[in-house]
């Protein structure tokens, strides 16, 4: 189902190709913790209720449907600028320009006095993000063989964590000492120094179908957003179900964990320099460590091995955080839980990821990994909005929350299982 690749690691990474992906998924990683982990964080602290945190966390529903919008990072030009940094780097340059002042206004609100405008710079910002990454995703998928798929995503998440780090415990010290709409700006610079890495990367070449002029609008919209979704489905035929419920499903823990994971620790009574040095050091050390045992696994033993020990180990770890929840403020617990959970969380992203591109056809890439990657985010992002509401339910009862978000694995594992035993090898259908 994945190619598995034999060319040395140390050969792969001497590839500029590569730097470039990393720096590419550092900037994807910025965006993300504004208005997730850092964000519930921030809105804790202020005094919102569980319930109102995981509802406004719906801001984040972009990163969900941006498929609806790729058809056009595929095929549209951006004037001048596409004409000097190509059609990949144009978009992914145009969103951080944006995105940098969209991130500072947002910082500038108050939670409690102007929540209908913050909720707004929040969904901008979201937007913003969610469409550089389809640019992104895009530029990897095109830039790489079929068998370097496991080491760019290895790399994009990499970069994508050291992103979310700096944007995740950065914002937090930076708020600790100077307050929340500092850490905010902080975080805007950076964005804008990571666009230096968009202008020196190199532009990936792209096939006829991509540049081709359509004749007209409805010629311009069948093959924009049309035929990509035809040429998924007539490459797979019904296994193409089959694929979108391990997609919809993988995820399907991490959903309601990542939303509430912030507002959980605070809720113990950690502050946001404790949070900060175990969960977000701690959990950066673990994710690389992750992506790299990901991204391995991918290499020696194929991507659906890969998917089908992320899965499982997913599953195992987010029910240690029932033994957090029970275990009370212990440092020493916290650490281990968080360190395990984002081990496993990398090796599974990894593999998610490379699965994703072995699933593109070179022709549509940008909108077909979109949808893809978009299905996946549906379930983390909607989910994750009830998160609060399912913890209030429970009456406060984290215990009993996480012993469910475990659960929540399982379809994923069953559905993983009946794809290795039917479904034969895609990669000739590319």
């Known amino acids: 189902m994945a190619y598995v690749s034999k060319v040395p690691w140390a050969t792969l990474l001497r590839d500029p190709r590569f730097r470039a992906i990393f720096f590419f998924g550092l900037a994807s990683g910025l965006p993300s913790s504004l208005v997730f982990a850092t964000l519930s964080i921030w809105l804790r602290e202020e005094g919102l209720s569980r319930t109102s945190i995981g509802l406004i966390g719906a801001a984040a529903t972009p990163y ?7 058809p056009f990072v595929d095929r549209l030009r951006l004037g001048p600028l596409t004409g000097r940094l190509g059609q990949r780097r144009s978009w992914i340059m145009a969103c951080q320009l944006m995105l940098a002042p969209a991130v500072i206004v947002m910082g500038l609100q ?15 910002v979201s937007f913003l993000s969610a469409t550089q990454d389809v640019a992104i995703d895009a530029y990897r998928v095109e830039i790489l063989k079929p068998e370097e ?110 939303r509430m994971a912030g507002v959980f620790y605070v809720d113990l009574g950690f502050t946001k320099i404790e949070i900060a040095n175990y969960t977000k050091s701690v959990g950066l050390l673990a994710t690389l460590l992750g992506v790299g045992a990901g ?56 593999a998610f990821v490379a699965y994703l591109s072995s699933l593109c056809s070179v022709a549509f890439t940008a909108t077909q990994y979109a949808l893809l990657a978009s299905l996946g985010n549906f379930a983390r992002i909607q989910l994750g909005s009830l998160s609060g509401f399912a913890v209030d339910a429970l009456g406060g009862d984290w215990t009993l929350f996480f012993i469910g978000v475990g659960a929540m694995s399982i379809p994923a594992i069953a559905l993983l299982w009946w794809l290795v035993r039917v479904m034969p090898d895609i990669e000739a259908r590319r």
């Open 149 to 258: 798929y496991g080491v760019g995503a290895a790399l994009a998440i990499y970069g994508w964590h050291t992103g979310a780090f700096l944007t995740g415990a950065g914002a937090l010290y930076v708020a600790a000492f100077g307050g929340w709409s500092a850490a905010y700006i902080a975080a805007a610079s950076v964005i804008l120094l990571v666009g230096i890495a968009t202008l020196v990367a190199r532009e990936p070449d792209h096939p006829p179908a991509l540049t081709e002029k359509a004749a007209g609008g409805v010629d311009w919209l069948r093959k924009a957003a049309v035929e990509p979704l035809a040429d998924f489905f007539r490459r797979l035929g019904w296994f193409a179900v089959l694929v979108l419920g391990v997609i919809v499903f993988y995820k399907f823990g991490d959903a309601m964990l990542g």
């Open 64 to 70: 969900a449907i941006n498929f609806l919008w790729a």
């Open 110 to 124: 108050s939670p409690q006095t102007s929540l209908l405008t913050f909720g707004f710079c929040a969904l901008l």
């Open 295 to 350: 991204g391995w696994v991918c290499i020696r033993l194929g991507t659906m091995r890969a998917m089908f020990l992320g899965a499982f180990l997913m599953m195992i770890t987010n029910l240690a955080f029932a033994l957090l929840a029970a275990g009370g403020k212990d440092f020493g617990l916290l650490a281990g839980v968080v360190f395990f959970d984002n081990l496993t969380g990398g090796m599974a992203t990894t």
